[in-house]
């Protein structure tokens, strides 16, 4: 499985996205393309044991910000690490996305990139809970982020 990481969104980033994908290519043996600035993705790869995990830098040289108008940022910056992440998913190169970033973006970017799943009419989001069972997880999905239910 290829997982597109926007390795720029989020407060932490791009630390907490390749401390994130490091573990997952080593645990789950995933590739987990990091889309984003290079030079700082590069830079935390360096403080991690990565040999023999897939773990491709992808080249997006914008990021669409937290503060910014999610529809406008995915408009004017194609080549934000959300948009380049979701492009790939678009041209099948890879299966999912993955972000830590704006998700007002993440919503306009899914919108406008990859479109809607016949008799869908608005994305759900999702995410993962811990849990007291044996697996520790659960999956949730539609959490309630949309405000216009």
């Known amino acids: 499985m290829k997982i597109a990481l926007d390795a720029m ?6 630390a907490a996205a390749v401390h994130g994908a490091v573990w ?10 990091l889309v984003g600035r290079p030079e700082a993705i590069e830079a935390e790869l360096a403080k991690h044991q990565t040999a023999g995990l897939n773990l491709p830098v992808i080249a997006a040289s914008e990021v669409i910000e937290m503060t910014e108008d999610p529809a406008a940022a995915v ?3 194609k080549d934000s690490s959300m948009v380049v992440a979701l492009r790939l998913v678009k041209d099948k190169e ?3 996305f993955v ?3 704006n998700t007002g973006g993440a919503l306009a970017a899914s919108l406008f990139g990859l479109g809607r799943i016949t008799g869908i009419k608005r994305p759900a989001l999702s995410t ?4 007291i069972k044996d697996n520790g997880f659960s999956f949730m999905l539609d959490i309630g982020a949309n405000t216009d239910v």
């Open 128 to 131: 993962i809970f811990p849990t």
């Open 94 to 96: 890879s299966d999912a």
């Open 9 to 14: 969104g989020g407060d932490f980033a791009p």
């Open 75 to 77: 408009k004017h910056k």
């Open 24 to 33: 997952a290519a080593r645990d789950f043996g995933v590739t987990v393309q």
């Open 99 to 101: 972000t830590a970033g």
